[in-house]
């Protein structure tokens, strides 16, 4: 999904032959929705050198604009910069004097480029809602349509499922993405302890190509869209 680069000037990358993208070994790194967007935001704006087979995607250090990224993705220049640092600190991308070197983990080549800005333009919970998108995909090439709950889907995202407002902000997300063609679902009902409860079958996700219902108004989702969505978001 990322842009094919097979004609460069520059060549091959010069980076690690066995660098995939994949960070440190140690404990497992947390990031928050804010560096999860400008890791997004990089994906989105970065290449691959497919005549190589490069394993990692690139970005050009002068295209990557901080303060343009910042008005992208509705944060400050800091936040941005702050967040840029935590990940080559945690060697989640890795830079020399021309490119920052950016993992594509297979959860994310079936989200194209388009569709993460569409959902980056959505302030924080952009970020989480590709993450999402990501988390479900997955689960449904390992487990088709086995139903997950509500409480589920918070687990994978890392919130505790007792939190209420993790639960009500999963639950929007979900909705946003179903109402948005993004996700396909039917809902149904499970037993714990002859305990009902409801639980989504997801059958197909919609992530290569933005879906006819979203329209991105020069490279930004629609001002209306957004304002109304930050609006409900608030208030979970």
């Not at 936040?79 to 994310?108: C, M, N, W």
Request: with cysteine.
């Amino acid at each position: 999904m990322v842009k094919s680069s097979t004609t460069m000037n520059d060549g091959k990358r010069k980076i690690d032959s066995d660098y995939t993208g994949k960070p440190s070994a140690g404990a497992p790194i947390v990031m928050t929705s804010k560096i999860r967007a400008v890791l997004y935001y990089l994906i989105s704006i970065s290449y691959w050198d497919a005549k190589n087979k490069e394993r990692h995607y690139y970005v050009h250090k002068k295209d990557f604009v901080q303060k343009k990224a910042a008005d992208f993705l509705h944060i400050n220049r800091k936040t941005v910069s702050e967040a840029l640092k935590f990940l080559l600190e945690k060697g989640i991308i890795r830079q020399d004097d021309k490119y920052y070197f950016i993992p594509h983990p297979s959860s994310y080549t079936y989200i194209s480029q388009e569709v993460m800005k569409y959902l980056l333009c959505f302030y924080e919970s952009g970020a989480e809602m590709i993450r999402i998108c990501a988390i479900i995909n997955d689960y449904m090439r390992a487990n088709g349509d086995r139903g997950l709950s509500i409480s589920d889907i918070t687990e994978m995202r890392g919130k505790a499922c007792n939190d209420a407002r993790a639960l009500g902000s999963t639950k929007f997300m979900i909705s946003f993405l179903v109402q948005n063609n993004f996700l396909e679902c039917y809902l149904d009902t499970a037993y714990n302890n002859c305990n009902p409860y409801s639980i989504y079958r997801f059958t197909k996700t919609n992530l290569a190509n933005l879906p006819i219902s979203c329209n991105l108004e020069g490279g930004y989702a629609p001002r209306a869209v957004v304002e109304e969505y930050k609006q409900k978001y608030a208030q979970l």
